[in-house]
């Protein structure tokens, strides 16, 4: 089957969700639906991310407080993305010769609000109030607090506090529509094992993330990025790949594409930790200083740790209080001891070694090239 078209049963409207202890949902079956692109099955997990969204808020409405806001916030986070992981799995699964959507569609949905949760729990990690130039679950929830009298420590705890909540149920969510997917019951076992590797993977990276800026230990550059690929590159571009392998019955494949996937996601986090300190916040959507105020452990810094341009700033870095003539003297040396070039080497390097990857899998030539692209856009993005 062409990437070009596919289909998928269609009854009408998103497979329902069924609730914990309900009943399996009545399918009835239709004409089935013609996509004609892989850009036309995104858009149809842009319809499902909707239609779950709406589900799920009608449901709040019946409780007391302001649970419905918490969903709307939680829309809100969704807005706005690449939608990187469900264009990968997507488009992958396209590519290696799946026909039948269906599955795949609500898998795409399900890795969708994966990347949600964390994204959620990332930011109360590190106390972030905006994202992508908006404000985030946590902002959100924060005003919800504020509009409603609390004091300002108040309405951070409160926002903090309930958007812990948010990622919890986007987590759930997630599980939920892997463990119910309408496939044989050997893949949809090995579908959910993988998004349970997932969130163990990223709990594992996450720990390590916040250990090392905390100070509990001093990481190698072996150890970084081990956590970038715990943190970030399993579920981000292991997953879908590996998913989109085992939907279209190509197992053979899957330890490649994880490799390709665990490359790729070195790229972009490695990218990501340098537009963190050296980005343009207008075109990242964030601060520049935020990871240099966490003390954030990432290979810039460890490239430049012992150097004397970094020993005469260091007691800057990680402080709480960092203004930004503190953060313009960190990313002075950082610049000065070679660091900064160090890291972009680095990231080069693995840009070349995913693109090694690539070529030696053995893929349809349509997905190597859209690979490909990917490596090269990670590498290279602004934002």
Known sequence: MSAEIATAEWHGRPTPLRRAGGPEPRRERAAALVLPNAAAALAEVERRLDRFFAEQAERAAARPGPYPLLWHALQEATR????LRPRLLLAGYLHL?????????????????????????????????????APNVVGRLVAVGADGGLPEAGARRWGEQAAVLAGD?????????????????????QLVDLVDESVFRAAAGELADVAYGAGLATPTAAQVREAMADKT???SLELPLRAAAILA????????????GRSLGLVFQMRDDLLGVFGRPEETGKSASNDLREGKQTLLVVAARGTEAWRAV???????????????????ALERCGA???????????RHTALALV????????LARMLADEVDRAAERRS
């Open 340 to 350: 900064r070039a160090a890291a972009e080497r680095q990231l080069h390097r693995e």
């Open 359 to 366: 070529d030696r899998a053995g893929l349809p030539a349509g």
């Open 314 to 332: 260091e007691h800057l870095f990680g402080r709480a209080d960092l203004d930004e003539e503190g953060a313009h003297r960190l990313r002075a």
């Open 233 to 235: 590159a399993h579920y």
């Open 80 to 83: 706005g993305g690449k939608r």
């Open 249 to 260: 019955g190509r197992p053979e494949l899957g330890d490649r594409l994880g490799a390709v």
């Open 169 to 189: 149920l986007m987590l759930t969510s997630a599980l939920r529509i892997a463990a119910g997917l309408d496939v044989a019951a050997p893949r949809r076992a």
């Open 97 to 133: 010769g799946g026909s039948r959507l269906e599955p795949a569609l609500e898998l795409a949905v399900a890795v969708e609000l994966l990347h949600t949760a964390l994204l959620v729990h990332d930011d109360v990690i590190d106390g972030d109030l905006e994202r992508r130039g």
